[in-house]
């Protein structure tokens, strides 16, 4: 597990957390599709910048890149040998993002392309809510496509917050165990 994809259901699933954790339990550096993708005054990178960019570090020996966008999910599936997939109910992910946003107003998050501030409109909320339950079939159905072209990449689905939790404490364990002092 050294080439890490972190995705998730929807924005406010707790991804780039996730990612924060993981990385600093198994000493792998993160990297932030949203810090890649948008440009200070949230200007959108183009397609051929944000791949170019992924490209660059999926190139390295090891990594663990969260975030979703779709349109260049397989730059990182082709070279991850883990997907950690969250995947918590629709209220949750609304509720977190209004919550982040309350308590990053005026201020750009470190997971955030530089210069953009913590916004959040009704376009946004509307995303999440019309997006949830189709992500949640294409998912699926990638996870399945991986799977039966015989991936060897190693799946894991995590779908309420004690899971995320858990896996989380399992890998401190692991690395404690490897690391341990005889």
Not at 21 to 28: D, V
Not at 45 to 67: C, D, T, Y
Not at 96 to 120: A, F, Q, S
Not at 155 to 176: G, N
């Amino acid at each position: 597990m050294r080439r890490i994809m972190v995705i998730g259901i929807s924005s406010g699933v707790g991804k780039s957390t996730f990612a924060q954790k993981l990385g600093k339990a198994l000493h792998l550096n993160v990297y932030h599709l949203d810090a890649l993708f948008w440009k200070p005054g949230w200007v959108e990178a183009s397609l051929e910048e944000f791949s170019k960019a992924q490209q660059e570090i999926v190139n390295q020996r090891e990594w663990i890149i969260e975030g979703n966008y779709s349109n260049t999910f397989d730059i990182r599936a082709e070279h991850a040998d883990t997907i950690i997939y969250l995947e918590l109910p629709l209220h949750v992910c609304l509720y977190r993002v209004v919550k982040r946003w309350l308590m990053n107003i005026g201020r750009t998050r470190p997971d955030m392309g530089e210069g953009c501030k913590e916004k959040l409109d009704w376009d946004f909320m509307k995303f999440i809510f019309t997006t949830y339950y189709p992500r949640k079939r294409k998912m699926n159905e990638r996870f399945q496509s991986l799977q039966s072209l015989g991936s060897k990449k190693e799946i894991i689905i995590l779908r309420s917050k004690k899971e995320i939790h858990s896996y989380l404490e399992y890998i401190k364990r692991q690395k404690e165990l490897v690391y341990k002092p005889q």
